[in-house]
């Protein structure tokens, strides 16, 4: 019998890797001289807009040329989370210009429906609603906004804040959204009682 499915090595995969291994190089591009210098704030920045666009390329790429496996649904999510993870958490600590809360309501939100997701696989598969799709643009856009140098520049502090905060809003109220669709579909999916049979 022929196994027709694709190799876990290919070319969407490697795409994912790679976005897994820029993650460090974003790290300390961002936290170097403190977070201070004009050019490692940019070169920061371009390095996480890359990142965040590959994976529109290895979701593409997989798609297109049928190389859906098990390690990419896998290695995709998690090299999300770790890219947004560490822009979060270094943006907030060492470098005080995000409060602790945002990258705590973001990050469990995200660590949540994942888990969530996960538990209910056995019975459906939760596709990304328009609400994810568009939670997951504004964070993007808002990370990249407070990652660029904001020196003289208050009207761009102001843009990032107003962006933030919708997607931190978007967040919260796609992430109650999945909650609860995980939660009707694990119930639908419980066995029927004798008396009920």
Do not use: C
């Not at 190799?7 to 994912?16: D, I, L």
């Not at 920045?45 to 649904?73: E, H, M």
């Amino acid at each position: 019998m022929v196994n027709d499915a694709p190799s876990p090595w290919n070319v969407a995969n490697y795409v994912t890797m790679v976005r897994i291994a820029m993650v460090p190089f974003f790290a300390w591009a961002l936290v170097a001289d403190g977070g201070e210098s004009v050019t490692w704030r940019i070169v920061a920045t371009i390095i996480f807009v890359v990142a965040a666009l590959s994976d529109k390329v290895d979701g593409y790429l997989a798609r297109s040329r049928g190389l859906i496996t098990d390690l990419g649904k896998i290695l995709d999510p998690i090299a999300d989370k770790l890219l947004v993870g560490a822009a979060l958490v270094l943006l907030w600590w060492p470098l005080d210009e995000l409060p602790w809360w945002v990258p705590v309501v973001i990050l469990a939100r995200e660590l949540g429906i994942t888990v969530m997701r996960m538990a209910v696989l056995k019975y459906a598969v939760m596709p990304a609603s328009r609400g994810g799709k568009l939670k997951t643009v504004l964070q993007a856009v808002a990370i990249t906004a407070f990652l660029l140098p904001h020196a003289g520049l208050p009207w761009l502090t102001a843009i990032a804040w107003v962006v933030m905060a919708a997607a931190v809003a978007v967040t919260v109220v796609t992430g109650v959204d999945y909650a609860y669709q995980g939660w009707k579909i694990r119930r639908s999916a419980r066995p029927a009682s004798p008396a009920q049979a």
